[in-house]
Nanobody
Framework: QVQLVESGGGLVQPGGSLNLSCVASKNLFGMGWYRQAPGKRRQRVAMSTNTGITDYIDPVKGRFTIPRDSAKNAEYLLMTNLQPEDTANYLC?????????WGQGTQVTVSS
């Protein structure tokens, strides 16, 4: 069983920055970040593969980046210019073939 450990959530003012990290217990092909706000569907924010492919949803392009450290089996979500609409519980996902794994989630709240 693969374990994912997330960290880095918190409260930040609009326009601020926050970094999330997700460390897996093994190296997997794909890793990504989802978010889910109360009353809304879970939404994939960004993803990367260990072959260097990355993808972002339009609302976060230019503000979020998703660097990966394969040596540490870690992926990071670097978030800048955060807005209230970014408020959500952020979850890390990792997958290999048909197997996927989820972290416990970390709350990001953007508020003045």
């Amino acid at each position: 069983q693969v374990q994912l450990v997330e960290s880095g959530g918190g409260l930040v003012q609009p326009g601020g920055s926050l970094n999330l990290s997700c460390v897996a217990s093994k190296n997997l092909f794909g890793m990504g970040w989802y978010r889910q706000a109360p009353g809304k569907r879970r939404q994939r924010v960004a993803m990367s593969t260990n072959t260097g492919i990355t993808d972002y949803i339009d609302p976060v392009k230019g503000r979020f980046t998703i660097p990966r450290d394969s040596a540490k089996n870690a992926e990071y979500l670097l978030m800048t210019n955060l807005q209230p609409e970014d408020t959500a519980n952020y979850l890390c996902e990792a997958w290999e073939g048909e197997d996927d794994y989820w972290g416990q989630g970390t709350q990001v709240t953007v508020s003045s």
